[in-house]
């Protein structure tokens, strides 16, 4: 059963040219929540291969910007697209937003990362909510005030307590595993909107 659904969502990507199925996370989070809009500015902390940015740079329109940011090497396949700006950086060491040539902040922060995983599900753990501590630490300058939050997070009772000390800082905070996440997988996304620093 579990394979069928891989298979569907990896077919389905193949199909719509999307460069990876984690599309379908985002477009489940988007349709239910809104978070995304025409004409945003939006940044994608980790977003190689780029399926999110493909989505993203058709939502968002020609008058709207994707900034992209990844350890990995850019992504050729995604250079084509009028409204995207790719770097090859480690996103905890981007210090303001002239380096990522853009002026205001964001209306929204999406990240999908992910830490290397060791198989020791505590270290894994540590791993992954130290990841999502520091990315919203960079919120207050990344995030305009009002601005939209979708951020992976791997299930942990320390990641629930950090969570909810964060609820405060949005107008709505939400909690979704969408269908397309692999069954084994211990991911879920909090999307918070309205975000209130
Ligand atoms: C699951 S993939 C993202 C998939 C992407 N959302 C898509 O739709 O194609 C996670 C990415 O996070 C990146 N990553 C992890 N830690 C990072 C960091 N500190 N800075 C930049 N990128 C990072 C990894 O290199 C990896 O490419």
């Known amino acids: 059963m579990t394979f069928k659904v891989k298979d569907h969502y990896y077919h389905k990507a193949k199909k719509e040219n999307f460069l990876a199925r984690s599309v379908y996370k985002l477009e489940e989070i988007d349709e239910r929540f809104k978070i995304i809009n025409k004409s ?16 993203t740079a058709e939502k968002i329109g020609k008058d709207g910007l994707v900034v ?10 995604l250079l084509n697209l009028s409204n995207v700006r790719l770097f090859q950086k480690d996103v905890f060491t981007i210090e303001n937003m002239a380096e990522l040539g853009v002026v205001d902040q964001f ?21 992954s909510l130290n990841l999502v501590e520091m990315v919203f630490s960079l919120l207050p300058r990344f995030l305009k005030p009002g ?22 800082y949005f107008g709505e905070f939400h909690y979704l595993r969408p269908k397309s996440v692999r069954t084994v997988s211990k991911e879920f996304f909090v999307i918070g909107k309205n975000f209130r620093p």
Do not use: C
């Open 147 to 168: 601005g939209n939050l979708v951020i992976k997070v791997f299930e942990s009772n320390d990641a629930q307590v950090f969570l909810k000390s964060q609820k405060k």
């Open 40 to 55: 945003d500015i939006i940044i994608d902390l980790g977003y190689h291969p780029g399926s999110w940015i493909q989505y």
């Open 107 to 127: 209306n929204v922060v999406l990240s999908d990362m992910a830490p290397n995983t060791t198989g020791v599900q505590s270290v894994d753990q540590i791993r």
């Open 68 to 77: 992209g940011a990844d350890i990995k090497e850019i992504n050729n396949k």
